[in-house]
Structure formats: structure tokens, C-alpha cells
């Protein structure tokens, strides 16, 4: 087999780092064998990402035959269950092929590890992205997120509020018919030119409100395709919308809410608020209390201390009541005026699943964030799920640009080249084909309607199906996919549909869609990754028909349509069928069209076919990209903000991990903490306070007096303060070791041979944690293994509460500081700064917690017996990822093993784990059946 030119020249490209753009059926498959297997020679690993587990296995097993004969190891990592053995295997193969999304979860995972041996990634050395563009721009706008349960999280008011939002949103749709109606009335004369100045502005003024009302309505969105119509609605908002659009108001007044489609955001009126409160007889139903304000006049009034304390808990209380009532009743909003069903999402199997908008494919285990989610579940009356909070996330933009060099290949990166090189600094090299396109791209036709452009689809594939050839229609969602589908069996022409409610049958589906006379039915194939091969008599027939029902938001994707016909040579042909009543079209950019078709003096039924006119779509959609990028960037800085502190974070964890440094780390702590307490109590003189600093942090007594205190400088007493606490630690070590070492000994001498690990409970005399070591370490280092045991666990589990926490403030922040634009103020110099402030506060609580229960940490008071101690669990087995595979089991009894049972002996030492309670004089522990006792 050999390679043709083309396809060594886009190996090179790939080998360099850079992202080869070759089109469909250039075989890209075959091209990543040529960089792979020479960057696998170095043994570092090189990892191939395709955006589907399909795709993922197919390739493995395609072109893993190729590398084992070369005597290189193939895996892929989406075959084997996460935190498995197996999956570290394929990470140690020298070719590891896996999907975006499990890439990014197992760095996050790893992440989240509280033992070496539960991680499975190597360092990130090469990795080549298949479908690059999708990836590292499409998938770049959601990031990954491992969420788990949050306390209360299965406590909503969804469905308490939802029949206020449905009442809400009904009343808006009958104004905005009403609206509707009196702007026909008034604009009239419109086109011909006899309505007057009076009736212009008030049909405009009418027009306007229920276009900011309703974007989405059909009534509204033909009328709007009439002659001068559009042109007069954005003459009119273009009036309301300067000096800054302070004139808005007087449009928005008659509202309940106000959408802007662009944006996809909505706001609520005072009309909507007092329609949805106007039952409560609560006049400050959503009115958010002056926290500050309130608390500022607290502090004023003369009332007792305990007092105060009770108005500024009930402020509290009442403030974040209210927060939640508002939050609910906006997403609900949201999700009855901006999310429609079969477009956004779809319904199956009684639960809410999203539907990928660029490739049309379900996302199995995404959710909406921030409720959303949950508001959309309340809409269509399915279980409303628990929420969750964020344990660990990376956007997809970070986590690649770890890797030490990136390549990627797709068949269209050419107008995203200006974003892949600002981000990713990857450059796109554009690789002629193998043989000359010589597929036919028609100009696009445009209609005034939908119903017209449909009625013109349907029309062709009928006359391309008679002349012979298959037919490739795309849409841009579910919805559309099936109203062509019930389209064609008005006519009786069988078809097959492939969306995301039939995407099981997608191999079957797209094998036979090169067959002669065949139609198949597509939401955007982009990504689908397979090829459409041509059946017999096809070529002379002219070749696969392409046509799009609607022109996309991205121009990639529109490409991505046409570029399945015409592969190798073949003929084919491509035509995108447009309204004026497209998405695309509303919202970017059709007034200059409509106008052109007004003086035109186009009837219904007829269309417009043009080279200015499609240049002039191809302009709407290089102003989405923009606004997408836009959107993408943003999240990227925010995101950067968060990635030096992930960075940070993450970095204390590995140290603890693999014990490596930590008692640096830890060391490092206690100055801090010292170096903290001192700055607090030292500028102010408060001996009385320090004392009590130092017992409640160390444990230790002042290494000054009060008047040493007040005469010693901050720096030398920050150092006296160090030197106490960590000889105090010291001796409590060891003192920990010689009270742990009785029940150790015993142990190991008599059952050294049944166990591999002791658990022991430890307490700071308020919280127990069950620490595992390891027990013949243990012996052998007379206890002193027990302490850098006990490190390693406190440290890995305050740093994860902690860090949990932190997400969940940032969050918070994040929401809020985006209050900051109505101030004239940039949201996200704001959230640089108080994110760097919550950093700080964090580290210092991860400090000052560490150090506290490490001082105070023993054995818990002595009790008759032994008793259970499962041994710590990964935060990932509470989310229910995959069950806890350690080395330990569970000690359900605690009798001699009598000879029936005497079978728990027989175990291998890596499958127990003795549980060390201290008691006088010590006991032996002893194994019990693994069974199903209380968790």
C-alpha cells in the first residue's frame, strides 16, 4: 500500500504541528498513520481524538494492523471503562486513540485520584485531532464538567413557579398577536406608499414590540418577508436604539419580557413582574434587599449586639430567597421563549437530551448548567433532576494546549485559520486533492418563504430521483428534518431520515445513500466521519445531489454539506435552498436582500439566483463566526483565570499524591499560618488573642512572653512562632507512633500474612477520617509511616472540599459580575480581581485547616471493639462513575473466624485490610465476610 503525494505532503503538515485541511474521501485516516507511528518511535505516547466513540474504535481497529506489524502497541481508551486497569494500559500503548471528551475526563479524573495506581494518563506529549475544527471550535464553547450532588440539590421551585412563567408567557403571546395585527393595520399602505407619518411610527412602534416580544413567531417572521416590512422594523429600532438606546424603555413598557435572539438572552419587565407577584400580595416579591445598604444602618442603630446578629441573618436569609425565586423564574422564562423542543433538545425516554446543533447528534450525559436544565424538565413535564455542583472542569482550549506538540485534519479549518492560530497558535495548510474537484456548486436560491423554498426542495428531489441519482438533504435541525420527511410521504418517495432520534441506524443509513434513486434525510453531517460511496450507474447519472435546506450559521459546516459529493474525481452537484424567514436571515443581514427582491418586484413563488446575493450570505455568516468566536474567547479568558489557579491547585494534589515534596508543602504551611497569625495579632498588641492563636492552630504554647511579645519584631517572632509549632508536631508524631504501634505490632506479627493495609481512624476531636497505610511500612518504620499516611489523606482531602467549594464560589462570581456592564465597568476585570481574592482566602483556609487537624490529629478514645472502617472512597465513585476497586474490604464482624468461615483467610494479601481501633489492653482485629452492611 502506498501513500499517494498529496497525502505525504499533509503527513509532513502534521508532523510540523500544524493542521492539514484535505477533502472528504482524501483519506485522513490513512495520512495520521505517517506522523503517529514517527512520533510513537520517541515512547512517550501519541494520542489520535476523534469526535465520536464510533470513529474512535473504527480507526483502531482500521489502522492498528498497520502499526502492531511496525511493532508498535495500539489501544483505544473509549473500548474500556474509566479508572480501569485497561484504560491505563491503552494510555501506556504507544498509539492510544480515544473521543475529545474522554481525553479531558481522564485528565479531570486523575485530578480527583486519592491513590498513584488510580491514574491512568501519561504526560501529554502528541496528540493529532481528527475533525479539528469541531473540537477545537465547535466544542470549544461547552466545557467539560464532573459534577456530583450538592446538599439540598433535589429542592427546586420549578414546578411551584412554572404555572406563573406558562401564564406569563401565554399572555405574551396573545399581546404580541394583538400587536401584530395593529401593526398590518397600520402599515397597510406600506408598499405603496400612502400610509401616512402617523400611521409609519405607530405600526413601526407595534412592529418593534412584538418583534422584541416574540422573535420566534411565525406570524411575525412572514409578515416580515413581505415587500418594505423589514426594511421599516429596522429603520425603527435603529431610532429607539440611539444615545445609547435610552428611548427603549417606552417600547419595552407594554411587554411582560424582552428577548434578544443574538444574544440569547431575556429580561423581565416591571409588567411581567407584577403579573407574575400580582397574587402574592407581596410588593417586594422580586425586589432584591440593599444588602449593603441594610447592613451599613444596622450597624448604625443602637440595638443590642445579639440583635443585630438577627436582623443581618434574617437580611441574609431574605436575600437569598429572593435570589433564588428570581434565578428560577428567568430560566423559566428562558426556557419557554428560547428553547424549542426537537431543535435545542428532545425528549426520549422520559428525559431531556441535548441535540448538538452542529452535527445534529444527541449528547448523551450533557446538561444545560445554572438550571436551565432543570427548567426545560419542568416545561415538558419529565422528572425534574437533582442539581449538582462542579467537582473539577477544563474547557477543551486548555487541555489541548498541554499537549507538547498539536496537529490536527479535517476538511474544512480555512475560515477558522485566524481563531486556531490566536488560540492554539496552529497554522492551516490547505492540501490540494488527489484529483480535480469537479463537483457543480450552484449559486443559492432565494425565497421569500419557507413554504415556498420547502415546496421548491421537494420539487427537486423528485426530479433528481427520476433522473437516477441519490440525494444527500441536509438540515439544521430535527424539526425540519421531519417536516421534509412527512413532505416526501405526501408524495410517496421513500427516504430515510438520519437525526439525532435515529442516529443507531447511521452506518446502515449512510452505506446506502450513494445507491441510485436513494433520498436520505441529514441533520448537518458534519463530523459523521464516514464516506458516501457511489453504487453502480451513479457517476454517469451525474453523480450525488447536495441539498441544503437552510443556509448554517457557520460557513464550515455549509462546506462540510457540500464536500460529500465529489470525492476523488466524481461527479456531483450542490444547491442551498434560503428564505428570508431562516434564522440566519432574520438575524443577520436580510434587509439588504429583502430590499433587493422589493425592487425586483418579486411575486410569491418566484426566486432570486445570485452571485451578489450569496456573497451577501456568506456576509451574515462571517458576522455569526465573529460573534461565536467572541463567545469562545470570552470563555477562554475566564477560563485562563481559572487555569493558573487549577494549575496551582493541582500541583499540591500530585505533591500529596506521590508524596513527593509534600513535606515541603507542608512545612511551607506552618510559616504561613505562623507568618498570618502573627501579622493579625502582632500590629495590635493582642498577646491574650495570639496565645489562644497558637493553642487552637499548633497546639503549642507562646514561645514568648507578653513582653517579649510586644518587643520582638513581627519578622524574628514569625520565626520563633515556626520553630515551636513544627518541634511540637514533631513530638506529637511520634507520640502518635508509639500509641499506634501496639495494635501495628500485633497485627503484623499475627496476621502479617492476611493483610496488606491497616485503616486507622484519626481524629482533630471534631471530625474522624479513616486513614489507610500500609502496614508492614508501618512496622518496619515504627509508626512513623502512619504520619506520612495520615499527611498524604488530610492533605488530598481538604484540598478537594476546598477546592470544590472554590468552583462553586467562582461560579457564583461568575453569574454575578456580569451586573458590572449596567455600571459601565468590564465584567471580567472585575472577576480577575475578586477571583484572585477568593484564590487567596482559599489557600489560606487550606492552610490554616491542614495545619490545624495535623496538629491536633489522634486516635480517637478508646471503645470495646473493633468496629467498620471502609476504606476511603475517590470523589469519583460518589458520582456513581465506577465502583471502588481498591485493595481493601470491609470488616462487617468482629469474632475469631470459626473453621466454617476460616475461607476469609485464604484471601491474597492485597485483597484486606485490618481496621486499628486502640483499646486496653489491644485486641486483635479480625476479617469478616465482605458483605452488605450499612455504607
Not at 518511535?41 to 502492531?68: C, F, I, Q, S
Not at 511493532?71 to 479508572?83: A, E, F, Y
Not at 445534529?360 to 425534574?384: C, F, N, P, T, W
Request: hydrophobic content about 35%; glycine content about 8%; overall charge neutral.
Amino acid at each position: 500500500m502506498l501513500h499517494y503525494d498529496v497525502q505525504l505532503i499533509g503527513g509532513v503538515a502534521l508532523h510540523k504541528g500544524r493542521i492539514a485541511e484535505m477533502g472528504t474521501g482524501e483519506g485522513k485516516t490513512l495520512v495520521s498513520t505517517l506522523p503517529v507511528f514517527l512520533n510513537a518511535l520517541a515512547g512517550r505516547g501519541v494520542h489520535v481524538v476523534t469526535v465520536n466513540d464510533y470513529l474512535a474504535k473504527r480507526d483502531a481497529e482500521w489502522m492498528g494492523p498497520l502499526h502492531e506489524f511496525h511493532g508498535m502497541r495500539v489501544d483505544c481508551i473509549d473500548k474500556h471503562q474509566p479508572n480501569s486497569p485497561e484504560r491505563r494500559n491503552a494510555y501506556l500503548a504507544d498509539i492510544t486513540y480515544g473521543t475529545n471528551n474522554e481525553f479531558g475526563f481522564d485528565y479531570l479524573r486523575d485530578n480527583m485520584a486519592h491513590a498513584p495506581s488510580a491514574l491512568v494518563q501519561r504526560k501529554h506529549h502528541f496528540a493529532i485531532v481528527d475533525e479539528v475544527d469541531s473540537v477545537l471550535v465547535d466544542d470549544a464553547r461547552t466545557p467539560l464538567i464532573i459534577s456530583g450532588p450538592t446538599p439540598k440539590g433535589d429542592v427546586h421551585q420549578f414546578d411551584e413557579y412554572k404555572p406563573r412563567v406558562e401564564k406569563l408567557y401565554n399572555a405574551q403571546r396573545q399581546l404580541v398577536t394583538r400587536l401584530l395585527s395593529e401593526a398590518k393595520e397600520q402599515l397597510k399602505g406600506l408598499s405603496d406608499g400612502t400610509a401616512n407619518k402617523d400611521q409609519l411610527e405607530r405600526g413601526g412602534m407595534a412592529l418593534l414590540r412584538a418583534y422584541r416580544g416574540l422573535p420566534k413567531n411565525s406570524a411575525l417572521i412572514k409578515f416580515l418577508s413581505e415587500a418594505g416590512v423589514r426594511a421599516h422594523l429596522q429603520k425603527t429600532e435603529n431610532n429607539y436604539l440611539q444615545d445609547q438606546g435610552k428611548d427603549m424603555p417606552k417600547v419595552d413598557v407594554e411587554l411582560y419580557f424582552t428577548i434578544d435572539e443574538k444574544q440569547h438572552g431575556i429580561e423581565l419587565t416591571e409588567k411581567g413582574v407584577d403579573l407574575i407577584s400580582g397574587d402574592m400580595n407581596d410588593v417586594s416579591f422580586f425586589i432584591m434587599p440593599d444588602v449593603g445598604g441594610t447592613i451599613a444602618e444596622i450597624e448604625k442603630s443602637g440595638a443590642a449586639t445579639e440583635e443585630k446578629a438577627r436582623r443581618k441573618d434574617e437580611l441574609l436569609r431574605d436575600f437569598g430567597i429572593k435570589s433564588e425565586r428570581i434565578h428560577t423564574v428567568n430560566q423559566l422564562v428562558r426556557a419557554y421563549a428560547l428553547y424549542e423542543k426537537d431543535v435545542e433538545y428532545v425528549v426520549m425516554d422520559g428525559k431531556v437530551k441535548i441535540v448538538d446543533e452542529q452535527t445534529g447528534r444527541i449528547l448523551e450525559g450533557r446538561r444545560y448548567s445554572d438550571g436551565l436544565h432543570q427548567a426545560i424538565e419542568s416545561k415538558e413535564k419529565v422528572k425534574v433532576e437533582a442539581a449538582t455542583q462542579t467537582y473539577a472542569t477544563v474547557t477543551l482550549q486548555n487541555y489541548f494546549r498541554m499537549y507538547h506538540k498539536l496537529a490536527g485534519m479535517t476538511g474544512t479549518a480555512e475560515t477558522e485559520a485566524q481563531e486556531l492560530w490566536d488560540i492554539y497558535k496552529l497554522d492551516v495548510m490547505v492540501i490540494p486533492t488527489n484529483r480535480p474537484v469537479v463537483r457543480k456548486d450552484a449559486e443559492d436560491m432565494v425565497f421569500k418563504t419557507k413554504r415556498e423554498k420547502y415546496n421548491a426542495v421537494i420539487d427537486e428531489i423528485v426530479a433528481l430521483r427520476e433522473a437516477g441519482r441519490p440525494t444527500l438533504v441536509g438540515t439544521t435541525s430535527v424539526e425540519v428534518s421531519e417536516l421534509v420527511s412527512r413532505m416526501l410521504k405526501l408524495r410517496n418517495i421513500p427516504h430515510n431520515v438520519l437525526n439525532a432520534k435515529q442516529h443507531q441506524r447511521e452506518a446502515e443509513i449512510v452505506q446506502e445513500a450513494g445507491m441510485a434513486g436513494t433520498v436520505t434525510i441529514a441533520t448537518n453531517m458534519a463530523g459523521r466521519g464516514t464516506d458516501i460511496k457511489l453504487g453502480p450507474g451513479v457517476k454517469e447519472a451525474g453523480g450525488l445531489a447536495i441539498i441544503g435546506t437552510e443556509k448554517h450559521e457557520s460557513r464550515r459546516v455549509d462546506r462540510q454539506l457540500r464536500g460529500r459529493a465529489g470525492r476523488q474525481g466524481d461527479p456531483g452537484s450542490s444547491q442551498f435552498y434560503v428564505s428570508l424567514e431562516d434564522d440566519l436571515m432574520r438575524l443577520f443581514n436580510s434587509e439588504r436582500i429583502a430590499k433587493l427582491m422589493d425592487r425586483l418586484g418579486l411575486k410569491e413563488g418566484e426566486v432570486i439566483q445570485h452571485s451578489m446575493v450569496t456573497a451577501s450570505i456568506e456576509r451574515a455568516q462571517k458576522k455569526v463566526e465573529e460573534n461565536n468566536f467572541g463567545i469562545r474567547k470570552r470563555l477562554l479568558e475566564y477560563d485562563d483565570v481559572m487555569n493558573s489557579q487549577r494549575t496551582v491547585i493541582y500541583k499540591r494534589r500530585h505533591h500529596a499524591l506521590f508524596g513527593e515534596r509534600l513535606k515541603l508543602d507542608i512545612l511551607n504551611m506552618f510559616y504561613e499560618v505562623a507568618q498570618g497569625m502573627v501579622n493579625e495579632y502582632h500590629a495590635v498588641g493582642d498577646f491574650d488573642g495570639f496565645q489562644l492563636e497558637m493553642f487552637r492552630r499548633f497546639s503549642a504554647e507562646s514561645p514568648v512572653d507578653e513582653e517579649g511579645f510586644r518587643k520582638v519584631k513581627a519578622e524574628e517572632l514569625t520565626e520563633q512562632v515556626y520553630e515551636a509549632a513544627i518541634a511540637t508536631y514533631a513530638r506529637h508524631n511520634q507520640t502518635l507512633a508509639a500509641q499506634a504501634m501496639p495494635v501495628i505490632t500485633d497485627v503484623f506479627l499475627n496476621q502479617g500474612q492476611q493483610y496488606e493495609n491497616i485503616v486507622v481512624p484519626i481524629t482533630d476531636g471534631l471530625k474522624t477520617m479513616q486513614v489507610v497505610a500500609n502496614l508492614q511500612r508501618c512496622y518496619k518504620s515504627q509508626g512513623l509511616e502512619l504520619s506520612a499516611s495520615i499527611e498524604k489523606y488530610i492533605t488530598l482531602a481538604i484540598i478537594d472540599n476546598e477546592w470544590k467549594e472554590h468552583l462553586r464560589e467562582m461560579d457564583e462570581l461568575r453569574r454575578s459580575v456580569q451586573n458590572a456592564a449596567i455600571e459601565q465597568k468590564d465584567p471580567l476585570l472585575i472577576y480577575k480581581l475578586e477571583s484572585f481574592n477568593l484564590f487567596k482566602a482559599m489557600i489560606e483556609r487550606i492552610n490554616g485547616d491542614i495545619v490545624g487537624f495535623l496538629s491536633k490529629a489522634g486516635l480517637p478514645s478508646a471503645q470495646p471493639q473493633v468496629q467498620e472502617a471502609p476504606a476511603p472512597r475517590a470523589p469519583a465513585a460518589t458520582r456513581g462513575d465506577q465502583p471502588h476497586g481498591g485493595t481493601a474490604i470491609q470488616l462487617l464482624q468482629c469474632q475469631r473466624p470459626s473453621p466454617h468461615n476460616g475461607s476469609s483467610r485464604s484471601r491474597s494479601r492485597t485483597d484486606a485490610t485490618a481496621t486499628s481501633r486502640p483499646s486496653p489492653p489491644p485486641r486483635h482485629p479480625c476479617a469478616g465476610r465482605q458483605g452488605s452492611g450499612p455504607q
